[in-house]
């Protein structure tokens, strides 16, 4: 049996690329399992249309017509619930109750991606036996496979065997330029790749076995059976309740971040500090208390938190972003550095700038040629996970924000893991016993951020010490903040600092439009992947919507 618990599923998404065929399709997949006789039970989130456009009515009925033994329910129905601010934001896969997939990705468009973060997919066509292996650059020459399908053309009439395109139709995604539409014509692309760079994904997921996937599909049961009661399209025996295999659950854990060294952050929101009028969860407050602790004690303690550069909304950044965007500016700002309750204002009140020896705000950014200019876009951070001390992590679906943690707004899932053995490791200089899954973890997401690979090679395995916090982690953002300010202007900016210089700075060229040679040149420079957040972009300004406006009219607690 497969129960799948997931806030959004495109049905014709690739789950190995390129695609040489259809075999490697979700759909197929899920098919050729079910004519095996494997029972195929899908949860999604039932959005509410006009706010929200993932069409999942095309994701069941699709599905659905595959074959008897999958079954698909969606949930909730909004009028008759009372429900239409929150959302199922749950990503879970569980296989036979003994193996369950979990964390932020949704099998859905946009998610795939690997360590390149590529932002261009338009390689030339590759023989048969040489389409299994991915392209080596990001270097466009070639143009594009014709690949898409006319309205009323089926993909499964189009030839792949020489596809070497890994984003097919609307998998090639950048959502700030233009969202989602159509997904019922999943293989006609959304926006133009020939012009548009794509938005890479960010995003870390984990696999359980044994007593922790059964307490994953248990949770999928309870949801599941509470669906079914609680429709009355799903009373009759054509959807099943689903039972629990006869075992105890995993055992209760006490829910414990010591932090005593350092903790890693990677979410898609950072929405905290707690006023208790517009805002409630206090993670921003702990990460306060914690490190006016260590200053007090006088001890090294290091925060590191990494979040999407922009909002993930439509709107032209350029033209101020749109309401939405500037929404979750707003409160992501007043959460770090704005206001007499951000983590940064409340720091500085009894450290004035030693704040920076404990915590670093960053986001990620790359680059590519298109044709013979250089292009950039930022890498969008979808994670949800926290990494403390390099013995435990969290990974799940649950934002920094009231709609994750208030435990009665978006419903949410999360797994605790702690190391029960450990390694030897080094913390501020000095022999450690770190857990080796938390420091393989931690030691695989720095690699990739500061590209420590490559040469010269970077040392990464003592994350506390001065060295590696100031002349490592700070000092890669922030050389890679100020090239891509040099060679692109790319937003958000700290420099611009209201809509008039926002407005001016459209009309300056930059210097891959001017010099493209001399940009590639600067280029060179770039290590990896991380940047600095931008803590002064549009600080001038007041950012929440107008009430004129839709954004404006709904409750400010959909934002938060």
Not at 205 to 211: D, F, I, L, T
Not at 530 to 536: A, D, G
């Amino acid at each position: 049996k497969s129960c799948s618990s997931l806030h959004r599923l495109s049905p014709e998404v690739y789950l190995k690329r390129p695609a040489t065929g259809t075999h490697w399709r979700l759909d197929k997949i899920l098919k050729r399992k079910a004519e095996e006789g494997v029972k195929v039970c899908v949860l999604l989130y039932k959005e509410v249309e006009l706010a929200l456009g993932i069409n999942s009515e095309y994701s069941k009925r699709t599905l659905m017509n595959l074959h008897p033994n999958i079954k698909v329910m969606r949930h909730p129905d909004h009028v008759a619930s009372v429900v239409f601010l929150w959302a199922h934001h749950e990503k879970m896969v569980v296989i036979d109750q003994s193996v369950a997939f979990m964390g932020g990705l949704d099998l859905a468009f946009g998610r795939w991606d690997n360590s390149e973060y590529r932002l261009s997919d338009l390689e030339p066509p590759k023989s048969a036996n040489q389409a299994e292996t991915q392209p080596e650059t990001d270097e466009i020459d070639g143009t594009a496979v014709p690949l898409t399908c006319s309205a009323s053309q089926s993909q499964d009439e189009v030839d792949l065997s020489c596809n070497a395109l890994l984003w097919l139709g609307k998998d090639y995604s950048n959502f700030i330029k233009k969202d989602w539409t159509q997904l019922d014509q999943p293989f006609q692309d959304n926006v133009d790749r020939t012009q548009v760079p794509r938005i890479p994904w960010r995003d870390l997921g984990a696999v359980h076995h044994g007593k922790a996937a059964r307490d994953l599909a248990r949770h999928f049961i309870q949801r599941w059976n509470f669906t079914k009661i609680f429709k009355n399209r799903y009373k009759g025996d054509f959807y099943p309740y689903l039972l629990p295999k006869s075992h105890h659950t995993a055992d209760m854990l006490p829910f414990t971040i010591p932090g005593a060294s350092k903790a890693s952050v990677q979410n898609q929101f950072f929405i905290s500090c707690s006023d208790d009028k517009i805002i409630h969860n206090t993670i921003g407050d702990a990460i306060v208390k914690r490190i006016l602790r260590a200053h007090s004690e006088g001890k090294k303690y290091r925060v590191f938190v990494v979040i999407p550069l922009l909002p993930g909304f439509e709107g032209d950044i350029a033209q101020g972003g749109g309401n939405a965007i500037q929404a979750i500016l707003h409160f992501t700002y007043r959460t770090i550095n704005r206001g007499e309750y951000s983590i940064l204002s409340r720091l500085k009140d009894h450290m004035q700038d030693q704040w920076t020896q404990y915590i670093s705000l960053c986001g990620l950014r790359t680059h590519s040629q298109f044709g013979q200019s250089p292009v950039t876009e930022l890498i969008y951070v979808h994670s949800k996970a926290l990494i403390a001390d390099d013995r435990c992590y969290i990974i799940g679906s649950a934002n920094i924000n009231d709609r994750s943690m208030r435990g009665n707004r978006d419903s949410e899932l999360a797994v605790l893991v702690e190391d029960e053995e450990r390694v030897p490791s080094v913390m501020n200089g000095e022999e450690y016993q770190a857990g080796p899954l938390a420091l393989a973890l931690r030691k695989e997401c720095f690699s990739v951020l500061l590209g420590a690979k490559s040469e010269p090679v970077l040392d990464i395995d003592d994350p506390v010490s001065d060295h590696f916090f100031l002349n490592v982690w700070n000092k890669v953002a922030h050389t890679n903040a100020i090239i891509y300010e040099k060679v692109f202007r790319s937003l958000p900016l700290d420099s611009i600092r209201n809509f008039r210089e926002l407005l001016e700075h459209v009309n300056i060229q930059n210097l891959s439009q001017t010099d493209p040679e001399k940009a590639r040149e600067e280029l060179q420079g770039i290590r990896g992947i991380l940047v600095h957040f931008p803590l002064h972009f549009l600080c001038d300004e007041y950012l929440l919507p107008p009430l004129k406006c839709k954004e404006g009219m709904v409750p400010v607690e959909v934002w938060t």
